[in-house]
């Protein structure tokens, strides 16, 4: 009986654990070009994340917001970049790797397969691929510090 209560407990904790380190993802995050900051939340067992910043929010042309306008889906070149979701349906994997989800960009319109992996707690590693993950690309995001109100 001792030996089941036990074993419920340490399972327990595992557990707890398991959630922690999935939780570790979330929060404000920059790309290396710094031209946009990503917030990462979660929403039931995955991850998404979408643009709350730019550095140029408006478009020079009409200094009106940013629009998806590279998007190859027609009805959605009038959405505003700012609030759009880049990172979707990532699930965490363990050992601080979340997979099993997308990145779009915005810049080509395209949407690429994508792995992250947590360098430490305040740097991802972001690599976007078709395929295969060798052949694919890198970047670097730095975890924002949020200014208490």
Known sequence: MKKTILLAGVFLM????FAQDADALVGVWEPGHGKAKVKIDQIDDKFYGKIVWLKEP????????????????????????????ILKDFQYKGDGVWEDGTIYDPEKG?????????KDDNTLDIRGYIGVKTFGRSDTWRRLKMKKK
Do not use: F, Q
Not at 58 to 85: C, F, H, I, Q, W
């Open 14 to 17: 595992s557990l707890t654990g």
């Open 110 to 118: 395209e949407t690429y397969d994508c792995v992250i992996t947590m």
């Open 58 to 85: 408006n478009d020079p042309a009409t200094d009106k917001p940013k629009l998806d306008k590279n998007n190859p889906d027609e009805s959605m070149r009038d959405v505003p970049l700012r609030g759009y979701r």
